[in-house]
């Protein structure tokens, strides 16, 4: 099944900073790391700056089933 999710921001990294996603076991170990998208951020009614930023990851490469944490890094 697609497993996917979503981080929402305020703020918006430097150019070329790193933007980047893993996903540990429940005994710490790494399962499974890759990158965020871009997907644009909120713009209102008129073109009110609504603040927020949104990211993207896919990780239906994991096949193992389980439980995870997930830590994301927008840039550091």
Not at 12 to 19: E, F, S, T
Not at 61 to 68: D, P
């Amino acid at each position: 099944d697609p497993k996917r999710f979503v981080v929402m921001t305020n703020v918006v990294p430097k150019p070329g900073a790193a933007c980047a996603y893993t996903l540990s076991d429940t005994g710490g170990r790494l399962a499974f790391q890759g990158g965020l998208q871009y997907q644009g951020r909120v713009v209102g009614a008129g073109g009110a700056d609504w603040g927020w930023y949104f990211w993207r990851a896919d990780f239906g490469e994991l096949k193992q089933a389980g439980t995870y944490t997930l830590q994301a890094a927008l840039g550091g």
